[in-house]
């Protein structure tokens, strides 16, 4: 099965910037989605942006357009997410995740199959 590690994480004051990375290792197909879900203690999880191998199609949740993007290494086969001007509410583990197949980042952003171990994101002064 598909292996993702995920790193940058850390303690960030409001207004600042982060970038995380995710290294992944095992597809069977060259068609997948992966992005980026995060979770908080006693909280739902938000997919929070996605991009597809085949088209490069991105998803984005409305809470961070404007203020993240994602992007793709091809050759070294690592997807990262630049945020910027970083707010409280963005305090979360981030978790990069995948689901193999040709499908509408729009649709399976939420619902990928394959997490990481995660990264903590803090925003704090």
């Known amino acids: 099965q598909v292996q993702l590690v995920e790193s940058g994480g850390g303690l960030v004051q409001p207004g600042g910037s982060l970038r995380l990375s995710c290294a992944a290792s095992g597809f069977t197909s060259d068609d997948y989605v992966i992005g980026w879900i995060r979770q908080a203690p006693g909280k739902g999880h938000e997919g929070v942006s996605c991009?597809?191998?085949?088209?490069?199609?991105?998803y984005y949740a409305d809470s961070v357009k404007g203020r993240f993007t994602i992007s793709r290494d091809n050759t070294k086969n690592t997807v990262y997410l630049q945020m910027n001007n970083l707010k409280p509410e963005d305090t979360y583990t981030y978790y990069c995740?995948?689901?193999?197949?040709?499908?509408?980042?729009?649709?399976?952003?939420?619902?990928?199959?394959?997490w990481g171990q995660g990264t903590l994101v803090t925003v704090s002064s």
């Open positions: 991009i597809s191998s085949f088209d490069s199609s991105t």
């Open positions: 995740a995948v689901t193999e197949g040709g499908f509408d980042v729009n649709v399976v952003c939420i619902h990928l199959d394959t």
